[in-house]
């Protein structure tokens, strides 16, 4: 009897969880690859050019898994991206000093406006001479998503 009723509670706990997740989750503008959509693409980055990949942590400041493709609803967000240091410091000398360089969140936000139909790629540009801002978020480029 008492294995029933612990059943029913983690039942109903689930059950409360599901509940105030899905909303959640509703309401992130993702959706479904396809013409109505933009695409939002992190990676391949290009070390030797000084381009780096990055993941997106965050829409609108609401955290997500970090993902390197996302596809969003048409519209205006601000994305915050995590930069794929592991690439810059193998691509380029003096790895061990920017190892333990921090990534300063307010410098890896951008804001852009998406369009359906277009591929947006997000990159980090590594500027070498800058210990203190070395990353700069930028849309790298657009073009129009293959079908």
């Not at 381009?51 to 997106?56: D, G, H, L």
């Not at 205006?76 to 003096?94: F, K, M, N, R």
């Amino acid at each position: 009897m008492n294995s029933c009723k612990a059943s029913l509670v983690m039942g109903v706990v689930l059950a409360v969880q599901w509940l105030i997740a899905e909303p959640a989750a509703a309401s992130l503008p993702t959706t479904q690859p396809g013409p109505n959509a933009a695409h939002v693409s992190g990676v391949p980055g290009n070390s030797i050019k000084d381009i780096m990949e990055v993941r997106v942590v965050a829409i609108d400041g609401r955290n997500i898994s970090p993902r390197a493709h996302l596809w969003l609803e048409p519209g205006t967000y601000e994305l915050t991206v995590l930069i794929d240091v592991d690439t810059t410091q193998s691509a380029h000398p003096g790895a061990a000093i920017r190892r333990n360089l921090p990534q300063d969140p307010s410098h890896n936000k951008i804001e852009v406006a998406l369009e359906a139909g277009f591929t947006y790629e997000i990159r980090a540009l590594y500027h070498r001479d800058d210990r203190e801002n070395p990353y700069t978020v930028v849309v790298h480029e657009v073009k129009p998503t293959r079908r």
